[in-house]
């Protein structure tokens, strides 16, 4: 049966809603299929506004992954602003897809990204616009499965009430698993209906089916067990790793939006994974190892990447892109190619050396040398032993004196609040920092309207990371810190006014800190601060602290458990973590460890050109380091 | 920059949506993907040479969008146009590129022939609002701006208005199955004037001046742009001409000031 589209009804309510083009679809490389001439069917969600979402990466991928398939169709949907969601409930249209304006519960599977815990409200608005049943287990053989999947699955259990599996990792294989057993399952006719299909994906391994679980708990509020409920269900699921990154040069071509995005490039991972073993850093921890993608193909993708979408901009993305083991040569590759063209070249530069300076004064050799961005992450040399940021203050001078004797103007530099340990002094030290960072910059460019910009986040502890066990600190006393940061600043008469303060306040992180330690009872507060109006959380316009205040209090009122107990509660090692089922690989122990050399300031290795330190991810995913340098040249330009 | 190239574009469909500046960078990337050997301003941060020429609302389709864009080396025109219609998304079309010459092109945009399909409304209704609007004299609507409201005459700037006669329903995209009963099209030309006065002030006055009241979002179309011929009939009921701005003709008479 064909789908009608949507679109026909939603067209005359477009004029009264902001930006309706982000609604409108037709970019270019998106893929319209028969609907009828496929044998499943995905909606790929972000669930944020068209502007963040579009630009995603992992959406891109995936979305052409599947498309290129014969058998299967996806197309992308994105969370609604509040204007036209009250339209659509005013004329009864469903959450749509872009594309074809398809309406989602039309679909076999919806899979669902999350970058981050703070669109989990977004999930919800988008299931009730569908007419999917929010709780999976009233869902009918009508609706499709909901499937979860980016960093946040790494601990879905705050949402698995609302989600019917969870992917872990990298998805292009994974994604491609499912179609297959989706597919495999329809041409059967369907066998043990929603149930059947969902035993199917958690039999093999390739997902994770929260409700194949049964979670107890202790009368303190911690988790006694969690156990599956079914036979052959395996007691732990783990991640998926995708080897050879030049095996999957994705995006080839990439959506190219009319409406105007938050990144506005071409971006190509020249690296997954990080072995820095920053101890907060849950990307480089659920990442591992780090496989590198060749300088060739880099290269191919950039010059195909541009050709297909006439973006002015690439960006080399990956953890920590210096640490390529052929950045040198792809720079200055790809400098020599597109000089005296159009295009600019920009790298995430967060690694705290000169080496990062010349790779920027390469990228930036035709353009202009405005600000330079490193990532300290903590004010003292102590914090940073503790984080395993090994970068000493002495680094940090020579780098930035670098980059304002090259002719930068501004350096921004990262630091975070609220880390294990940390004591007021710890922060203060950041504005000592800065200090001599002006101090020194000046001196070297030998000028005084050098500017250095502070930006600071709220340290929220993570799954699967060794602060995993670590109390989150108190908004109030993050609060405190930073405004006894600024005033020491701002109350400097040499050097305050070159140096720059950015923060939000600390409240936005302790509700993120709930969901992203949270277990299965969060999954009320969710849905009770939805139930209340709560939209687009990660907005600071549509956030508020107060909303998800009063909904912890109301659901946990009675039970052990508390906002509190959630987020600045430490834990001992015996405590059964949600998330000790969902295998990153990482070995419990060693993560243990590794949280006790944090507090007893002890630093570790990158596993890259040290010994293994047995992280344990290589031997239990089966996985191993891919890096180079292969010593090939970047090739040169060929005709498309 | 050795060559100017002008170019009409039409904006359509669902593509109507999409607002001056999303056009604008979605141009600038089709230039590029088109390979269309574009000159770049000189300075820091160098930009192509396009210029814009009063764009039609955001939500306004057009038949008849304007720009021009500086080239570094000479290009056949018709070339041009194919290579940039197809690096533009269907919806988005470039309908016609010709060399430039004087008079400027702004010169020769003096006004605007719009269609206006009012879907759900009786012929009979819209013509009692033409014809109410017609022998007023001056018809002042409020507008909201970003700075507040501002007050302005749609009158003054109406050179023609008469309803086209009854449409076929569902011209603009109304759900089928629930046709409407009546359509009526309103045939428009607007001189263009600082401060821009719309076709959605004109809809205004109507609705001031009569009992006019249109139960869907019309549907807004720029048929045309160019200047009015001054030989045809001058009389607001008729149906004053314009002319062409591609026209080579034009070229030859100095735009009156």
Not at chain 1, 277 to 288: E, K, L, P, S, Y
Not at chain 1, 585 to 612: F, H, I, S, Y
Not at chain 2, 205 to 220: D, E, F, G
């Amino acid at each position: 049966m064909p789908v009608e589209s949507l679109f026909a009804r939603l067209e005359p309510l477009l004029p009264g809603v902001s930006k309706p083009i982000q609604y409108v679809g037709g970019e270019l490389h998106s893929a319209v299929k028969d609907w009828d001439a496929v044998d499943v069917r995905w909606a790929l969600m972000y669930p944020d506004a068209y502007e963040v979402g579009l630009p995603n990466q992992g959406v891109q991928i995936l979305y052409e992954v599947l498309n290129e398939r014969a058998d299967t169709l996806a197309e992308r949907t994105y969370s609604v602003w509040p204007d036209l969601e009250a339209v659509m409930r005013a004329h009864g249209i469903p959450q749509f897809t872009v594309d074809a304006h398809r309406p989602v519960r039309s679909f076999d599977l919806l899979g669902v990204s999350f970058a981050t815990e703070l669109g989990y409200t977004n999930l919800l608005t988008a299931l009730d616009l569908a007419g999917i049943a929010l709780p999976a287990d009233e869902r009918t053989d009508d609706d499709p499965l909901v499937i979860a999947g980016g960093h946040a699955a790494f601990n879905p259990e705050p949402i698995a009430e609302f989600i019917d599996a969870a992917v872990l990792g990298d998805g292009e294989e994974a994604a491609l698993r499912i179609t297959d057993i989706v597919r495999d399952w329809k041409a059967e006719g369907r066998p043990g209906g929603r149930d059947g299909l969902l035993l199917r994906l958690a039999h093999d391994g390739v997902a994770y089916v929260p409700s194949f679980y049964d979670v107890d708990y202790l009368p303190d509020g911690r988790i006694r067990r969690v156990v599956p409920n079914r036979p052959g269900v395996p007691w732990r699921v783990s991640k998926h790793t995708v080897m050879n990154l030049d095996a999957w040069p994705y995006p080839k071509k990439p959506l190219v939006p009319l409406a105007e995005t938050v990144h506005e490039r071409y971006s190509v991972e020249i690296f997954r994974g990080c072995t820095r073993g920053c101890r907060f850093c849950q990307a480089g921890m659920i990442t591992r190892p780090v496989r590198e993608r060749s300088i060739t193909t880099v290269g191919e993708m950039v010059q195909r990447g541009i050709a297909a979408t006439g973006f002015e901009e690439v960006g080399l993305l990956s953890l920590s892109s210096a640490d390529h083991s052929e950045i040198g040569e792809i720079a200055k590759g790809l400098a020599d190619r597109y000089d005296g063209e159009q295009v600019s070249l920009s790298l995430p530069s967060t690694r705290v050396d000169a080496f990062n300076v010349t790779l920027a004064n390469e990228l930036s050799r035709n353009g202009r040398r405005t600000g330079l961005t490193f990532a300290p992450e903590g004010g003292s040399e102590r914090m940073r032993k503790v984080i395993n940021k090994m970068v000493t203050e002495d680094d940090l001078i020579r780098t930035v004196s670098t980059a304002y004797g090259n002719g930068w103007r501004q350096v921004k530099l990262y630091f975070m609040c609220g880390l294990p340990t940390e004591t007021d002094d710890d922060v203060l030290q950041i504005a000592e920092m800065a200090k001599h960072v002006i101090k020194a910059g000046r001196e070297a460019a030998g000028r005084k309207d050098i500017r250095c910009t502070i930006s600071i986040g709220a340290f929220v502890p993570k799954p699967h990371t060794p602060f995993q066990w670590a109390a989150q600190l108190d908004h109030e006393t993050v609060d405190r810190r930073l405004r006894a940061l600024k005033a020491a600043v701002m109350g400097d008469r040499d050097y305050g006014r070159s140096i720059g303060l950015r923060y939000h306040d600390g409240r936005p992180s302790i509700v993120e800190g709930l969901l992203s330690r949270g277990d299965r009872r969060v999954g009320g507060v969710i849905r009770r601060v939805w139930e209340d109006g709560g939209r687009f959380d990660g907005w600071s316009e549509h956030f508020s602290y107060e909303r998800w205040e009063s909904a912890a209090a109301e659901v946990f009122a009675g039970t052990p458990v508390s906002m509190d107990w959630y987020t600045t509660r430490e834990r001992e090692l015996a405590e059964v973590l949600p998330w000790d089922h969902l295998d990153a690989g990482l070995d419990k122990d060693w993560m243990w460890e590794d949280w006790q050399d944090a507090v007893r300031e002890v630093e570790v290795d990158d596993c890259r050109w040290t010994p293994c330190y047995d992280c344990g991810v290589c031997p239990t995913m089966g996985t191993e380091i891919q890096i180079g340098p292969t010593g090939r040249p970047l090739l040169p330009l060929s005709p498309v | 920059m050795v060559q100017r190239l002008r170019v009409r574009y039409a904006k359509r469909g669902p593509l109507r949506f999409t607002s001056h500046r999303d056009f604008a960078r979605a141009f600038e990337r089709a230039l590029r993907r088109a390979g269309v050997p574009m000159a770049y301003s000189a300075g820091f941060s160098p930009h192509p040479k396009i210029s814009y020429a009063g764009a039609a609302p955001t939500g306004v389709a057009s038949e008849a969008e304007y720009l021009e864009i500086g080239l570094a080396q000479v290009s056949d025109p018709e070339a041009t146009r194919s290579a940039l219609d197809c690096a533009l998304p269907p919806g988005l079309d470039v309908v016609e590129v010709v060399e430039a010459e004087p008079p400027a092109l702004a010169d020769r945009l003096e006004a605007s022939r719009w269609r206006i399909v009012l879907d759900g409304v009786e012929p009979a209704v819209a013509e009692a609002a033409v014809a109410a609007f017609l022998a007023a004299d001056c018809v002042e609507v409020e507008r909201k701006t970003k700075d507040g409201t501002r007050t302005v005459d749609a009158r003054a700037v109406v050179v023609a208005l008469r309803v086209a006669g009854p449409g076929a329903t569902g011209v603009s995209a109304v759900d089928e199955t629930a046709p409407t009963a009546f359509c009526a099209i309103l045939d428009v030309v607007m001189r263009h004037i600082t401060p821009a006065v719309r076709p959605d002030d004109v809809l205004t006055a109507l609705r001031h001046v009569s009992s006019l009241s249109t139960p869907v979002t019309p549907l807004v179309t720029r048929l045309a742009q160019g200047r009015l011929d001054e030989a045809s009939p001058a009389d607001a009921g008729s149906h004053p001409r314009l002319i062409d701005p591609l026209n080579r003709d034009v070229a030859t008479t100095t735009p009156p000031r």
